[in-house]
């Protein structure tokens, strides 16, 4: 089984709809949660950061953690065809303990 | 946010010859560096860790005679690729781990270095 899992996708909305992306992972020592966006031969950016279980939103982005289900999302409102890009989940124990990323979903908006 | 840069953003180079990647931090320290591979529509692969100032970690089934990596300063770290073969050809993309204001696990990615070896 590996750490962190996440659907490949590939998943396709239309414009304006709310997208909802999840990772589920089996380490309970994981305390800091992070997505990432990548677009095609570009490298990934920092997208939402979250230490521990909860929310945070960040304009048309929030980010939940569940740490009770090892379960985090990230839902993407009023969603754009900019939005369209792979999107990875990863985190970590904290201290020097590594990064383990998901598999990362492709999403694509349709116009 | 943190800046991370790399260079060349693309590279082609025969058979049987090294190429250097360098990636630097342009706005902050940074005492760990990873790079990580990439093949298509496919996650990151991390490669190793790289301290300042000490050896780089590989993870399993690296060769690190073939990736050489040097992190000689807090804002860069390079990755050599010596003898490269065809199967070397992938997405190779460093990050670098910002420590400033905040939990010690956040990785700032650079854009990336596209290998092909002919």
């Known amino acids: 089984q590996k750490e962190v899992e996440q659907d490949p996708g590939p998943l396709s909305v239309p414009e304006g709809a709310i997208v909802s992306l999840n990772c589920t992972y089996s380490?309970?020592?994981?305390?800091?949660f992070m997505w990432y966006r990548q677009y095609s031969r570009k490298g990934p950016e920092l997208l939402m950061y979250t230490y521990s279980s909860g929310n945070k939103e960040d304009g048309r982005f929030t980010a939940q953690v569940d740490k009770s289900s090892k379960y985090i999302s990230l839902f993407i409102r009023d969603s754009q065809p900019s939005d369209s890009a792979t999107y990875l989940c990863a985190m970590s124990a904290g201290g020097a303990s590594k990064i383990i990323f998901g598999s990362g979903t492709r999403l694509s908006i349709r116009p | 946010g943190a800046v991370v840069s790399q260079h060349p953003s693309w590279v082609i180079c025969k058979s049987g010859t090294s190429v250097k990647i360098e990636c630097r931090s342009l706005?902050?320290?940074?005492?760990?560096m990873f790079w990580y591979r990439q093949f298509p529509k496919q996650s990151l692969m991390l490669m190793a860790t790289?301290?300042?100032?000490?050896?780089?970690?590989?993870e399993q089934g690296v060769e690190k005679d073939k990736f050489l990596i040097n992190h000689a300063s807090l804002t860069l770290s390079t990755l050599t690729v010596t003898s490269a073969h065809p199967e070397d050809s992938s997405f190779y993309i460093c990050?670098?781990?910002?420590?400033?204001?905040?939990?010690?696990?956040?990785?700032?990615f650079g854009p990336g270095t596209r290998l092909t070896v002919l």
């Open positions: 380490n309970s020592a994981f305390q800091y």
């Open positions: 990050s670098a781990r910002d420590v400033r204001f905040q939990p010690t696990d956040t990785q700032y």
């Open positions: 790289s301290n300042e100032g000490s050896k780089a970690t590989y």
């Open positions: 706005d902050f320290q940074a005492t760990t």
